[in-house]
T-cell receptor
């Protein structure tokens, strides 16, 4: 596609429920990132995929959060037993490679998750 | 660990005013530095970047110079427009942060006609 696509754009769920957030990266981008942006804050890194594997998952806050990218393209961020503190905008970004000298990360518009 | 600190907003300016948004960083090694912009209703977009000391990134009239001696990457524009109203994020990558960007909290800029 033309850009990084995230679905749904908005998700409201009840505390304790399970949610899945989807990210379609730019075609051909091997690197994919998930970030979480709370109100009034900058994006915080969650996890980074290079191809199908998670190269760095050090930003996942706890074991309720999990992400997959089984075919090296689309990724799904999964949150179990949601809590009100999980409410945030979840951003996905993709790039041709790691954000080093010559690659640029392109961001989607995010999924706004509200846990009530 | 690595971190980015940027001036808190909101910043309100009149059209054609001079803009400075301060950004300082803490990192091991030699990070790359970025400014991202988020216009209302849109996703984050890369505005400019610099990858080594004394490099100047520039785009759309905005500039920022990578200053290793002061660990800073301040964003400047000589004459802002109403269309520059957005949230601006300073970020770094590398310098010990493998494969991800570390962002500041963002500075909201409002430009009045």
């Amino acid at each position: 596609g033309a850009g990084v696509s995230q679905t749904p754009s908005n998700k409201v769920t009840e505390k304790g429920k399970y949610v899945e957030l989807r990210c379609d990266p730019i075609s051909g981008h091997t690197a994919l990132y998930w970030y979480r942006q709370s109100l009034g804050q900058g994006p915080e890194f969650l996890i980074y995929f290079q191809g199908t594997g998670a190269a760095d998952d050090s930003g996942l806050p706890n074991d309720r959060f999990f992400a997959v990218r089984p075919e090296g393209s689309v990724s799904t961020l999964k949150i179990q037993r949601t809590e009100r503190g999980d409410s945030a905008v979840y951003l996905c970004a993709s790039s041709f490679g790691p954000p080093d000298l010559n690659t640029e990360a392109f961001f989607g518009q995010g999924t706004r998750l509200t846990v009530v | 660990g690595n971190s980015v600190t940027q001036m808190e907003g909101p910043v309100t300016l009149s059209e054609e005013a001079f803009l400075t948004i301060n950004c300082t960083y803490t990192a091991t090694g030699y990070p790359s530095l970025f400014w991202y912009v988020q216009y209302p209703g849109e996703g984050l977009q890369l505005l400019l970047k610099a990858t080594k000391a004394d490099d100047k990134g520039s785009n759309k009239g905005f500039e920022a110079t990578y200053r290793k001696e002061t660990t800073s990457f301040h964003l400047e524009k000589g004459s802002v427009q109403v269309s520059d109203s957005a949230v601006y994020f300073c970020a770094l990558s590398g310098g010990g942060s493998q494969g991800n960007l570390i962002f500041g909290k963002g500075t909201k800029l409002s430009v009045k006609p």
